[in-house]
């Protein structure tokens, strides 16, 4: 068994067809405000006067990439720690689970997330998050995110061995820094990545995350 | 904002103003009960110690207006181990039960002087650790805004600033019973209420002026990580921010010194009862603009 589950995502290849977040959203079947899996953007740059000719030439630099976000699954998972109840718990595989019979809804997983993983259900009072499509991983089948990426851009296994396979690259913005909660996340960065907190643009959707 | 955020509102603000009750009252019983004796001490203190618990349970009864499945609120105490949540709770239930048991001790005289001392410094303690818990659910690093030393010493000064004015109401009550039982209030315990609220006057000036050094620095030091929320308190929320400074400075300074003042003469009971009851009025709608605004200003780091 896993010792820590993990997923891998390909900014390079990502396209932004948000194929992953639908497919979660059906799979899972999520009401109106919850998306466990998300697709930010994040874009910056402007139109410049070229160093060479400036009296001649203005030159654009703008960028924009995509960044599919779920739940991280984190080694060191705030909202574990945070929740009173006991309701999130970290399993031996590494995914996070939260058990809605336990959950008492206040939010506190909320504060303390800094991926916007656990989201609320109003209609049932609780927490709600991503599972890593357990139920399919236990009969053998991929994460529903992951299959129906057009672009193979999104993967998932064992953590190390991503690494091993991918590099360590964890925190690319617009997501923030790593040192927080130790994501269980490997990135393959776009050409325009930005480092988490020194990046130059700014989140493009937010309304829609 | 929403009924959630105002059941955190009257939640942490009942729950410091009763904390803070109990601690100035015991002060004041420590020293009247040094200087006047037990029984004294005893009459003075006994009513005012009965308006605690009802200002506690209406609290926690507030704070599950917070849950969105509160059948499950029992549970909220399993994660002693890291949840700084979980120990709020934990700490406000032993406090409920602790000054409960103390407050029934006290009323009925069970058990002697110095074991019911005891058992009222315990209290004392839990209550400190209750307010020290509440300002630690705050500190995360994923609300900058929050996740400042200003947090706990602001809750703290809200404990004993709301303790002080409330004692302050609480005290004159009891003046005018009192007096009403004893016409002209020529006995030791008027002397000793109005003597109990010249130092209330003085604490809540002196509580005054730390507030008004913690606010400028919680400012300060939102500005570095928390940019946006300090932009929110100075701009956008800028108008309650000046009325939470309003009502503090008139409530706990200007009706401070006249309360020092009508204290200080005997005929003046009238002005000292009203200004008592404004004083407190006043801080408290003062503190609750400035829970709400800790609230409204609040930022997250990260996605959300």
């Known amino acids: 068994m896993a010792k820590q589950l993990a997923f891998h995502f390909d900014a390079s290849a990502c396209n ?194 | 904002m929403n009924v959630r955020e105002w059941a955190l509102i009257t939640f942490t603000i009942l729950a410091q103003m009763s904390v803070g009750s109990f601690i100035v009252l015991g002060v004041v019983h420590y020293f009247v009960g040094k200087k006047s004796g037990e029984k004294q001490a005893d009459e003075l203190s006994d009513r005012a110690l009965l308006a605690i618990g009802p200002v506690l349970a209406l609290g926690m009864a507030a704070s599950l207006l917070h849950l969105g499945n509160p059948l499950n609120a029992y549970k909220a105490v399993t994660n002693l181990g890291t949840s700084w949540l979980s120990r709020e709770i934990f700490f406000g239930v032993l406090f409920a039960v602790a000054g409960a048991v103390f407050a029934v001790m006290q009323w009925k005289k069970i058990a002697t002087f110095q074991i019911r001392n005891l058992v009222a410094i315990l209290a004392a303690v839990i209550g400190v650790a209750l307010v020290y818990s509440m300002a630690m659910v705050y500190m995360m690093p994923t609300r900058p805004g929050w996740n400042l030393v200003t947090t706990p010493l602001a809750f703290f000064t809200t404990t004993l600033l709301l303790g002080v004015l409330a004692m302050g109401a609480a005290f004159v009550a009891n003046y005018w019973y009192v007096q009403s039982k004893n016409p002209g209030c020529a006995s030791e315990q008027c002397v000793l209420l109005r003597d109990s609220l010249r130092w209330f006057a003085v604490a809540s000036i002196v509580l005054l002026g730390f507030q008004f050094v913690l606010l400028p620095l919680w400012v300060a030091l939102m500005a570095g990580p928390a940019t946006a929320s300090a932009a929110m308190l100075v701009g956008e929320f800028g108008g309650v921010f000046a009325l939470r400074l309003a009502f503090v400075f008139l409530g706990a300074g200007v009706l401070g010194i006249f309360l020092f003042r009508a204290a200080s003469s005997p005929g003046q009971e009238k002005v000292m009862g009203t200004v008592a009851y404004l004083a407190f009025a006043l801080v408290l709608v003062g503190e609750v603009l400035g829970r709400f605004l800790f609230y409204a200003t609040a930022t997250h780091f990260g996605l959300q």
């Open chain 1, 16 to 209: 932004g067809c948000k194929a992953c977040q639908i497919a979660c959203k059906d799979k899972n079947d999520l009401p109106l405000g919850i998306n466990w899996r998300r697709v930010a953007q994040y874009g910056g740059g402007g139109w410049l006067p070229h160093p060479t000719r400036p009296d001649l030439v203005v030159a654009n630099n703008i960028y924009a990439y995509s960044m599919s976000v779920a739940c991280m699954h984190c080694e060191n998972p705030a909202c574990v720690q945070a929740c009173p109840t006991n309701a999130l718990t970290k399993r031996a595989d590494g995914v996070v689970l939260i058990n809605q019979d336990q959950c008492v809804g206040c939010r506190y997983c909320e504060w303390a997330c800094p991926y916007g993983a656990p989201q609320f259900n109003e209609a049932k009072g609780v927490m709600t998050k991503c599972t890593f499509c357990e139920d399919l991983l236990a009969q053998g089948q991929n994460p529903a995110c992951v299959d129906s990426c057009p672009a193979r851009a999104l993967a998932y296994g064992e953590l190390s061995e991503l690494r091993a396979k991918y590099g360590t690259e964890n925190a690319i913005e617009p997501l923030p820094a790593a040192n927080l909660t130790a994501p269980a996340l490997v990135i393959t960065p776009h050409r325009h990545a930005q480092a988490s907190s020194k990046g130059t643009g700014h989140l493009l959707n937010g309304e829609e995350l």
